[in-house]
């Protein structure tokens, strides 16, 4: 690996201007507003991978705080290395409808320019993703969502896959999983997206980033195995106020997760009506968030007696998860029916997982598999081109047909995620091995995998003899 990227570096001579300054003459003005806002977006998506590490680290125990925390944290060094190089340019350069090409490789053409490099590939009538900001500023912050992704899958086999195998997981995956479905869904000429693809409605990622995260959550926990505890010593949380602090993080950042796609803080028209997504997204992604903590307490008060901390964070989780696909396309009174729904059926998805005795250890694919196809479906119910004129009406408007058009890019999203996990998991079991020894899971994956602590001794849980 270190050969290659050095063989890159020796090559970048020869690269022609992948790397040259654009002429200041040939850079047509970006808005400045814009700008600023999708930059901001960008931190503010970026800031929910520390927030998810959070999240997911207080449920597990002590003596793997830090491996769960390094979990999450690893994927901002590795596809923030990964996105620059190919990544970004198989997620979104004009290509196949199934995956992009290799021409932006490196980010080669990839600079200042606000429109115009999408010219010469259909629809021919879209020639930029945004075109009052930077090319680099899009591709920046489509970064943030390939490096939150994959980190959602870790909440699934915590305390358990090696440290090493884990690693080169993410990559593989954010390779052949990520990129072709973010390409189908939101690149120009895309199989199932808007620029010339079959239609289907997914704003922030309900698809490309919680079903295929959820799915593939399952596979990996099927695949890997239970931990030895399961089901049978399980242990409760360690640090409850680390999971509110994640929750909050998380609903924080998801402000610009949702109204940051909306790539523009301009407003709009559509037909008589005065619109503005982004204001549309952000209020809708706070209300969501809302009612589903509030009908997570219900349940919990009604059903066993007495509303939880973490149930609070899991239901708010749960309502952006839902809300995330339908953000810009729907009313705040939507968002309201949305976020109860959601948090109801992944209420009871928690519940059932824990029948079937699947260990999907912080409960991913409930959340966030079961959240975002709940929410692909209600996006098609709800949508409405009252409040974003770029969308399309769904059922309640009289468009029928949406609801199957998201039907089948959900299917195909479970596809492609779980088959593509299968395959992975295999080659890197046959390889390098997927699970830690079962001494080291005992004693402590933060011990074994990183020869620290996140505690000192004399407070952490040690496995008793």
């Given at each position: 690996m270190?050969?290659?990227?050095?063989?890159?570096?020796?090559?970048?001579?020869?690269?022609?201007?992948?790397?040259a300054?654009?002429?200041?003459?040939?850079?047509p003005?970006?808005?400045?507003?814009?700008?600023?806002?999708m930059?901001?977006?960008?931190?503010?998506?970026l800031?929910m991978?520390?927030?998810?590490?959070?999240?997911?680290?207080?449920?597990?125990?002590?003596?793997?705080?830090l491996?769960?925390?390094?979990?999450?944290?690893?994927?901002?060094?590795i596809?923030?290395?990964?996105?620059?190089?190919?990544?970004?340019?198989?997620?979104?350069?004009?290509?196949?409808?199934f995956?992009?090409g290799?021409q932006?490789?490196?980010?080669?053409g990839?600079?200042?320019?606000?429109?115009?490099?999408?010219?010469?590939?259909?629809p021919?009538?879209?020639?930029?993703?945004a075109g009052?900001?930077?090319?680099?500023?899009?591709?920046?912050y489509?970064?943030?969502f390939?490096?939150?992704?994959?980190?959602?899958?870790?909440?699934?086999?915590?305390?358990?896959?090696?440290?090493?195998?884990?690693?080169?997981?993410?990559?593989?995956?954010?390779?052949?999983?990520?990129?072709?479905?973010a390409?189908?869904?939101?690149?120009?000429?895309?199989?199932?997206?808007?620029y010339?693809?079959?239609?289907?409605?997914?704003?922030?990622?309900?698809?490309?980033v919680h079903?295929?995260?959820?799915?593939?959550?399952?596979?990996?926990?099927?695949?890997?195995?239970?931990?030895k505890?399961?089901p049978?010593?399980?242990?409760?949380?360690?640090?409850v106020?680390?999971i509110?602090?994640?929750?909050?993080?998380?609903?924080?950042?998801?402000?610009?997760?949702?109204?940051?796609?909306?790539?523009?803080?301009?407003?709009?028209?559509?037909?008589?009506?005065?619109?503005?997504?982004?204001?549309?997204?952000?209020?809708?992604?706070?209300?969501?968030?809302?009612a589903?903590?509030?009908?997570?307490?219900?349940l919990?008060s009604?059903?066993?007696?007495?509303?939880?901390?973490?149930g609070?964070?899991?239901?708010?989780?749960?309502?952006?998860?839902?809300?995330?696909?339908?953000?810009?396309?729907?009313?705040?009174?939507?968002?309201?029916?949305?976020?109860?729904?959601?948090?109801?059926?992944?209420?009871?998805?928690?519940?059932?997982?824990?029948?079937?005795?699947?260990?999907?250890?912080?409960?991913?694919?409930?959340?966030?598999?079961?959240?975002?196809t709940?929410?692909?479906?209600?996006?098609?119910?709800?949508?409405?081109?009252?409040?974003?004129?770029g969308?399309?009406d769904?059922?309640?408007?009289?468009n029928?047909?949406?609801?199957?058009?998201?039907?089948?890019?959900?299917?195909?999203?479970?596809?492609?995620?779980?088959?593509?996990t299968?395959?992975?998991l295999?080659?890197?079991?046959?390889?390098?091995?997927l699970?830690v020894?079962?001494?080291?899971?005992?004693q402590?994956?933060?011990?074994?995998?990183?020869?620290?602590?996140?505690?000192?001794?004399?407070?952490?849980?040690?496995?008793?003899?």
């Amino acid at each position: 690996m270190i050969g290659a990227i050095t063989l890159l570096f020796l090559g970048v001579p020869l690269m022609g201007n992948a790397f040259a300054q654009t002429p200041v003459a040939a850079v047509p003005t970006a808005d400045t507003g814009d700008t600023a806002f999708m930059l901001i977006s960008a931190a503010l998506v970026l800031l929910m991978t520390p927030g998810l590490a959070f999240f997911y680290g207080g449920f597990v125990r002590s003596r793997n705080v830090l491996n769960t925390l390094m979990m999450s944290f690893v994927l901002m060094a590795i596809v923030g290395v990964s996105w620059i190089l190919w990544g970004y340019s198989l997620s979104f350069a004009p290509g196949l409808p199934f995956i992009g090409g290799l021409q932006w490789f490196g980010l080669n053409g990839v600079g200042l320019e606000v429109t115009d490099y999408l010219k010469g590939s259909n629809p021919a009538e879209v020639v930029s993703y945004a075109g009052t900001i930077p090319h680099q500023a899009f591709m920046i912050y489509q970064a943030m969502f390939a490096i939150i992704t994959p980190a959602l899958i870790s909440g699934a086999i915590a305390e358990r896959m090696s440290f090493r195998a884990y690693s080169l997981f993410v990559l593989l995956w954010s390779t052949f999983v990520y990129a072709p479905l973010a390409h189908m869904v939101w690149a120009k000429g895309g199989f199932l997206g808007l620029y010339g693809g079959l239609g289907a409605l997914d704003f922030a990622g309900g698809t490309v980033v919680h079903i295929s995260s959820g799915v593939s959550a399952l596979v990996a926990a099927i695949v890997i195995g239970p931990r030895k505890t399961h089901p049978d010593r399980l242990s409760p949380p360690h640090n409850v106020p680390f999971i509110l602090l994640g929750a909050a993080l998380l609903w924080f950042g998801w402000f610009g997760f949702n109204a940051g796609s909306a790539l523009s803080v301009a407003g709009g028209t559509s037909g008589n009506l005065v619109t503005n997504v982004a204001t549309t997204a952000f209020v809708a992604t706070n209300t969501a968030a809302a009612a589903a903590a509030l009908m997570w307490l219900i349940l919990e008060s009604v059903l066993r007696g007495k509303p939880t901390a973490v149930g609070a964070a899991t239901g708010a989780v749960a309502g952006l998860v839902g809300i995330t696909p339908a953000a810009g396309f729907v009313t705040p009174l939507s968002a309201i029916l949305i976020g109860f729904i959601t948090a109801f059926v992944c209420f009871y998805a928690i519940s059932f997982k824990h029948k079937l005795e699947i260990d999907d250890a912080l409960d991913t694919f409930p959340v966030h598999g079961i959240g975002g196809t709940v929410g692909a479906i209600l996006t098609a119910i709800f949508a409405t081109t009252q409040v974003n004129g770029g969308g399309k009406d769904g059922v309640l408007r009289g468009n029928f047909g949406e609801l199957g058009v998201e039907l089948v890019a959900i299917a195909v999203a479970y596809a492609i995620a779980g088959v593509g996990t299968w395959i992975i998991l295999k080659i890197i079991d046959a390889t390098v091995g997927l699970r830690v020894k079962e001494e080291a899971e005992l004693q402590g994956l933060d011990i074994n995998e990183h020869g620290e602590e996140g505690y000192n001794s004399e407070f952490g849980d040690r496995p008793t003899q």
